[in-house]
């Protein structure tokens, strides 16, 4: 079409222009319904919609990191303090185990000396006990002895003398040898006696000390390790719940 009878507004020329121009943009209008009505525009519209919608949720998934990212970063540094506290522990712990363990060897040293010092007691208060008695009956021996040869003699007296002096001499010294011999079995009992009271007070002392003690290392043993394995599940729920966390925060960032 010739621009120049245009511009000189040519009646016919403009109105010819005027048909080509809504032949044109009928033509546009065909192609773009075409285009719209085509699976090709169909398919670009529901990009669109679909890059708006990962778009807005790229956005609150960028939150969400965010978010989890902060969480996790003061979760990081709560744990860090609580292992720190737990490490603190763990060396008071062990530093209590290597004490209860020297106490535990101290006592088996003293359970050894007392063990040691008891019987040697025993021995010699059994070699004590044993020569004390045996000394009495030698006593009770040579005064059985003395009295009957003394019986022998005042009785030869007797067969020789036949007086009131005799006889009352008699009397006391008969009297006197059995109060010694008396004295003397009552020592000898006393002294057995003694020696079975005393080895059974020992013993009884000396096993009851011993049982406390070990009963109260026992019990700080086993309180210990009841606290220790306490400790122990507790830590291991918190490495399983952060392996959790940064699983889903790796997973987040990836999608």
Do not use: C, G, W
């Not at 403009?14 to 080509?20: A, P, R, T, V």
């Not at 090709?40 to 529901?46: A, E, F, T």
């Not at 744990?79 to 060897?105: F, G, M, P, T, V």
């Not at 000390?209 to 009841?226: P, V, W």
């Amino acid at each position: 079409m010739d621009n120049q009878s245009v511009k000189n507004n040519d009646p016919i020329q403009l109105q010819q222009m005027i048909i080509f121009l809504r032949a044109e943009l009928a033509k546009y209008k065909n192609e773009i319904n075409r285009l719209r009505d085509s699976d090709y525009y169909s398919l670009v519209l529901r990009l669109e919609r679909e890059n708006v919608r990962l778009t807005r949720q790229n956005k609150e998934l960028s939150m969400d990191r965010m978010k989890l990212k902060r969480t996790f970063e003061r979760e990081s540094k709560a744990y860090e303090e609580d292992r720190q506290k737990r490490e603190i522990q763990r060396q008071k712990h062990i530093a209590s185990i290597d004490l209860l363990l020297k106490e535990i060897e101290r006592l088996r040293t003293e359970n050894k000396q007392l063990q040691y010092t008891s019987n040697q007691a025993h021995q010699d208060i059994a070699a004590d006990d044993k020569r004390a008695i045996e000394n009495l009956e030698i006593q009770i021996s040579t005064f059985t002895k003395e009295l009957n040869a003394k019986v022998n003699s005042i009785m030869d007296t007797l067969q020789r003398d036949d007086t009131n002096n005799v006889h009352d001499y008699l009397v006391k010294e008969l009297a006197e040898r059995n109060d010694e011999i008396h004295r003397l079995s009552i020592e000898l009992m006393e002294i057995k006696n003694k020696k079975a009271s005393t080895e059974a007070v020992s013993n009884e002392k000396a096993l009851s000390e011993l049982n406390a003690k070990i009963e109260k290392i026992i019990a700080q043993s086993i309180d210990f390790e009841e606290q220790l394995e306490k400790k122990v599940r507790i830590l291991d729920d918190l490495e399983q719940q952060l392996n959790q966390l940064v699983i889903e925060i790796n997973a987040n960032q990836s999608m």
